[in-house]
């Protein structure tokens, strides 16, 4: 089954708006001849940059994404922000579950299921993340890992809801590390979710859905990366942060 190709860029903490809005004005014009029926640009920046970022990508190939939502409408959640607020602003994509949330906020499978839910109620694409620690794949739990994230994180979701999530393969230990996963082991990887999917959603749900690969992508190695049966595209950190970078490692995969 063909998949078009999405390739993410996860800002984390980094840009204001003034910074957000400059990066996208490098990086339009750089951009302008990806097609949008082959491969789909996403760009993820703070909350506090997202309007501004809104604004700047209108009448270009680039779409939004917030890098996470709360699963409550309304209500006693300081600091948190609601899938209907991000819809208002015009925002398309939502990361949830990344390793970051989870290492430093106590994202749990449960609270990134919830997330899940509330996104994919108000019309959010969810890009959800799962991936082992490097003690976890060094004593050949990997699969264990990947298969309680789905199983948790992906539980009760219809297989019309499943249709429009996004994973990202995002081995924690090639996290701005600059150590990145072979083509063959994030392959390998890759399968195994796909298999996963397919078990829990059945083939023709689990063959559509398109599976990111994360973890010190960059032009370099983006190109073999993608060119693998079962790798879709990236969820970008550092390269993602630079307009020539960004560019040159879309055009590679
Ligand atoms: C990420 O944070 O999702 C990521 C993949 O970061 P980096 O590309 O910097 O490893």
Avoid at 60 to 68: E, L, M, R, T
Avoid at 119 to 135: F, H, R
Avoid at 209 to 220: P, T
Wanted: net charge negative.
């Amino acid at each position: 089954m063909s998949r078009k190709v999405i390739i993410a860029g996860n800002w984390k903490m980094n840009k204001t708006a003034a910074e957000g809005k400059a990066l996208v004005d490098a990086l339009k014009p750089l951009v302008a001849d990806v097609c949008p029926d082959v491969a789909d640009i996403v760009v993820c920046p703070t909350f506090t940059t997202l309007a501004a970022v809104i604004d700047a990508v209108k009448g270009s190939n680039i779409k939004v994404g917030a890098q996470n939502v709360h699963w409550a409408e309304s209500g006693a959640f300081t600091g948190e922000i609601s899938a209907a607020m991000l819809k208002e602003l015009g925002v398309e994509y939502v990361i949830l579950g990344h390793s970051e949330r989870r290492q430093y906020f106590g994202e749990t499978d449960e609270t990134v299921n919830k997330r899940l839910k509330a996104a994919l109620a108000a019309g959010l694409k969810p890009i959800v993340c799962v991936g082992e620690l490097l003690e976890e794949r060094e004593t050949g739990k990997t699969e264990k890992v990947l298969f309680t994230q789905l199983e948790g994180g992906l539980a009760g979701l219809s297989k019309e809801d499943m249709a429009k999530v996004v994973i990202a393969y995002e081995p924690v230990w090639a996290i701005g590390t600059g150590k990145t996963a072979t083509p063959e082991i994030a392959e390998e990887t890759h399968n195994y979710i796909r298999c996963t999917l397919n078990d829990m959603f059945g083939k023709e749900i689990g063959e559509g859905v398109r599976i990111q690969y994360g973890g010190s992508m960059k032009a370099e190695n983006a190109k073999e990366l993608v060119a693998q049966p079962n790798i879709d595209g990236g969820l970008i950190g550092g390269a993602a942060l630079k307009a020539d970078s960004f560019s040159a490692l879309i055009h590679n995969a």
